[in-house]
């Protein structure tokens, strides 16, 4: 019986120790990333991701590709645009509404389709023509937001397209960053799959474009395959990605949605994922303690006060607006938030194509703010009293209570009495459009919204233009000079893209000069990664690219 | 029996509407664009007027209410604004989340419960009363996303045992009731089932403690029944005010806990709640709502018929 037994058992324990062999080393041999992202769900797979920037970083620009890129190369210089699947691009010289995209060649998307103009022309149609059948009503607000002047495109052959705008537009290459390119082939086979029961067209075009996030098709170095609705997302590497520059080091890429800052620290403390986004920032000092890396860099991210130029506001007076941004030592505020912010010069910092160079130094000089206060006609005994409305959270709010009291005992020293008027953060949001002096406004003569600055749209001229003005865009304090409207249309009819820049700088160094704003932060997105993920470049840009991280094996 | 049943679900007709209208009103008050989570703030006024035409939110709130409430009663809460996704399909697999994490922490906590509560009744002003009182109160007092965090700080990030986050390695879509899935369960089910714990420990001591002084105690003791035997008839007495309790406990852990789901990313009713509210999602916010208001008013109605079924005294009431 013993005999017979030790054979068997031998056998067994062998089986059993090469099933766990090949299991370990298929393991091994998968190298998996993965990320604790900061938002609730999976942003939207299809093509035009929405939470913000943070679905263009994670699930668009990993899968997709716009006719223009990013640059998320460098880390000490500022994100440019780059050609994507368009080689070149260039304003008819006689119709200024019109632009010539020469398209890459050889680009295929990952189920294997081609990728040329007739595809543009799809994906411009899918959130611009309501006629199309593929017009998706979902995508349309992230999307078309962002490239407010794009009207229409027209395949010229098979790797030209022309673009029309509506207005002569500059900006219309950096806006097209923001239109990822999905497969029309892909779609169509999904849109005949959608059962014959469903007979509205509308609807077949919504099931297929629901089926599409699950499996979705684009050009970009990663191919999402699995996506559990607000848990995980999964992609692969696609090993045949144009850019062979860009290929995948890691094998897949796992997205959580993780929106707790606690629960994100706690998952990569405890090795669940590999790399979170934005730990808490007190969390900072244990994070690096326990062997992890912290990754930061300047963001285009402003944290501001805008003012207001409504009558009556002290902000009025030039003298006031460079005093309250004279007064804030900004080092004792990073000190502060752990490190996590950066010093801001302007709404772009020096060495930016756009910076222009201007003559108001943003800097803490204590003695010129004071003198400048005095000379506006306040003092100690007769401080100036300000009201600001801000919101206890909020998206790229950063921490605004902690940051608006710090700044309330900054600006004390230069008899600035400020008055925190603290309102939910969709109230302060919607009355970004609404503008100072309106009823949701309180009385405020500042309001503390966070933007983007990207884009030169987003950046400067919806905060400096007649056109701008309240409901139209976000101009809330009403800065409005003819000199500013003059420059911004100047920057958007330069076509050429050195002029252009030169345009913008001029615009930016008259801002800075101006101080329509009180500068206070920029964000520098941080993000913690265990110590096993190399090849980390943290651009100066809201995206990253994950295509240079690898990742040691390892526990 | 079944007419009291009858007259039981002809009152919940009225409830039901009562909850459809509030969620409805609730989630209109409530400040915010209900196109947030698609449309951007820097989006032209022209845009927006075109999604909400879209959307539908143009038309007047009683007629949104009205075909909100007409493909409710087919089984369609609408179409997530946030995700295009099927409102039913996502609240239907955030119940099933929720259900399995309030199942397990139901168990713990009902059991502990009762332990603590029947011990320290029984042996009331000892100190195993005393032991079981305490716990009890620091089950009802303490925060449970403050003591959640903490379980995460020692047997996450420092020990290293279990998983602070989600539902399973592979996500919930593939749950199954293996060690690799069931330790990610272990630490919200136990933070979920402190309340409940507390809650049923308190109010059963309290039961416990006045049966016991009661007159037909004495009088089975003075005609030799065993004390085991005599514990048979307190529990008799105590099942039913335990069940209205538990039951109402089993309600509020089934309606998930925001707290504690976003504590851990539970994908449950809690996380989605969170996730619509900061969306402003509209139609998963009132499909999310109502879901869980009629799964209150089941429980509640089950609980009413099992308590009538044990207690006749109250059908007869």
């Known amino acids: 019986m013993r005999t017979m037994f030790r054979p068997v058992l031998l056998a067994g324990a062998l089986a059993i120790a090469g099933a766990l062999m090949t299991t370990t080393s298929l393991m091994a041999q998968e190298k998996v990333l993965r990320i604790g992202m900061t938002a609730a769900d999976i942003p939207r797979t299809h093509g035009q991701p929405d939470q913000g920037f943070e679905g263009n970083r994670f699930t668009g620009i990993p899968m997709y590709d716009g006719l223009v890129n990013w640059d998320l190369s460098k880390t000490d210089g500022p994100s440019v645009i780059i050609p994507g699947l368009a080689l070149s691009w260039e304003v008819d010289a006689t119709d200024k509404n019109k632009w010539v995209f020469k398209l890459r060649p050889g680009v295929k998307f990952h189920d294997g389709s081609a990728f040329n103009a007739a595809a543009v022309v799809w994906n411009v149609q899918k959130v611009l023509d309501q006629n199309a059948a593929h017009f998706d009503q979902s995508q349309v607000g992230v999307t078309v937001s962002r490239m407010p002047n794009l009207l229409s495109a027209r395949a010229i052959d098979d790797l030209t397209v022309e673009l029309t705008t509506r207005n002569p537009d500059s900006f219309l290459p950096i806006n097209l960053t923001n239109l990822f390119m999905a497969s029309p082939a892909h779609w169509q086979k999904l849109l005949g799959e959608v059962p014959a029961s469903v007979t509205d067209p509308k609807a077949r075009a919504a099931a297929a474009w629901t089926a599409f996030a699950g499996t979705p098709s684009g050009t970009g170095p990663f191919r999402g395959v699995r996506l559990v609705p607000r848990e995980r997302f999964e992609m692969v590497a696609n090993k045949e990605y144009w850019d062979t520059a860009r290929r995948p080091k890691v094998d897949r890429v796992v997205l959580l949605p993780l929106p707790e800052a606690n629960a994100r620290t706690a998952a990569l403390l405890s090795g669940q994922v590999d790399w979170i986004e934005a730990p808490a920032p007190d969390a900072v000092a244990q994070i690096t303690s326990r062997g992890f890396k912290m990754y930061t860099n300047a963001q285009p991210h402003v944290w501001p006060w805008q003012f207001s130029f409504r009558e009556g506001s002290p902000f009025v007076d030039r003298r006031v607006r460079h005093a309250a941004n004279l007064c804030i030592n900004r080092d004792e505020l990073k000190t502060l938030l752990s490190g996590l912010m950066e010093v801001p010069r302007g709404t772009y910092p020096p060495g930016h194509p756009w910076w222009g160079n201007p003559t108001f130094e943003i800097k803490y000089d204590l003695a010129t703010a004071r003198r400048l206060m005095t000379e506006a006609g306040y003092s100690a005994q007769r401080p100036v009293n300000v009201k600001v409305l801000t919101s206890a959270s909020g998206s790229g709010q950063m921490q605004p209570i902690v940051m608006n009291e710090w700044l309330q005992q900054a600006l004390k020293e230069c008899f600035f009495n400020v008055e925190l008027e603290v309102a939910e953060w969709n109230a302060v949001f919607n009355n970004w459009r609404e503008g100072a002096g309106s009823p949701g406004s309180r009385g405020a003569n500042a309001t503390n919204v966070t933007f983007s600055a990207m884009d030169p749209f987003f950046g400067m001229m919806r905060f400096v233009t007649r056109q701008a003005n309240p409901p139209a865009s976000n101009n809330w304090g009403f800065f409005n000079f003819d000199e500013f409207d003059q420059l911004a249309a100047t920057a958007r009819s330069t076509f050429d893209d050195a002029g252009r820049d030169r345009a913008l700088a001029a615009l930016h160094k008259r801002i800075v000069e101006e101080a329509p704003f009180l500068w206070v932060a920029h964000d520098v997105g941080p993000r913690a990664m265990s110590a096993r993920v190399t090849g980390v470049v943290q651009p100066r840009s809201w995206f990253i690219d994950i295509t240079t991280m690898d990742i040691r094996p390892g526990s | ?317």
């Open chain 2, 1 to 317: 029996m079944l007419i009291y049943l009858g007259k039981r679900l002809v009152y919940t007709i009225p409830i039901v509407i009562g909850v459809s209208i509030v969620c409805f009103a609730l989630v209109h008050i409530a400040p915010g664009d209900p196109l947030v989570s698609v449309l951007p703030p820097d989006a032209s006024e022209q845009l927006k007027q075109q999604m909400m035409k879209a959307y539908g939110f143009d038309r007047p709130y009683y007629e949104q209410f009205l075909l909100w409430c007409w493909r409710a009663i087919q089984g369609d809460l609408g179409t997530s604004i946030a995700t295009g996704r099927a409102v039913a399909s996502e609240v239907m697999r955030a119940v099933r989340n929720t259900l399995l994490l309030a199942v397990v922490a139901t168990f713990i906590g009902f059991f502990f419960g009762l332990l603590f509560g029947f011990v320290a009744g029984y042996f009331r002003n000892s100190a195993i009363d005393k032991i079981a009182s305490i716990l009890s109160v620091i089950g009802v007092s303490v925060p449970h996303y403050w003591l959640g965090m903490v379980l995460v700080i020692i047997f996450s990030a420092q020990l290293n045992w279990l998983p602070p986050t989600g539902a399973g390695p592979g996500g919930s879509a593939e749950w199954r009731p293996d060690w690799a899935h069931f330790r990610h369960l272990i630490l919200p089910a136990v933070t979920m089932s402190v309340i409940p714990m507390g809650i049923v420990a308190r109010t059963i001591r309290a039961l416990v403690a006045d049966i016991l002084s009661q007159d037909f105690v004495p009088a089975l003791r003075a005609k030799g029944l065993s004390e085991l035997g005599i514990f048979g008839h307190v529990v008799k007495n105590a099942a039913p005010t335990a069940l209205a309790v538990m039951g109402l406990q089993l309600g509020y852990l089934l309606g998930g806990s925001i707290l504690i789901e976003t504590v851990f990313s539970w994908p449950g009713t809690g996380f989605l709640l969170n996730a619509a509210i900061f969306q402003r999602d509209l139609p998963l916010l009132q499909g999310t709502i109502l879901v869980l208001a009629l799964f209150f008013v089941l429980l509640n109605l089950i609980v009413d018929v099992v308590q009538t079924a044990i207690d006749p005294r109250i059908q007869r009431s």
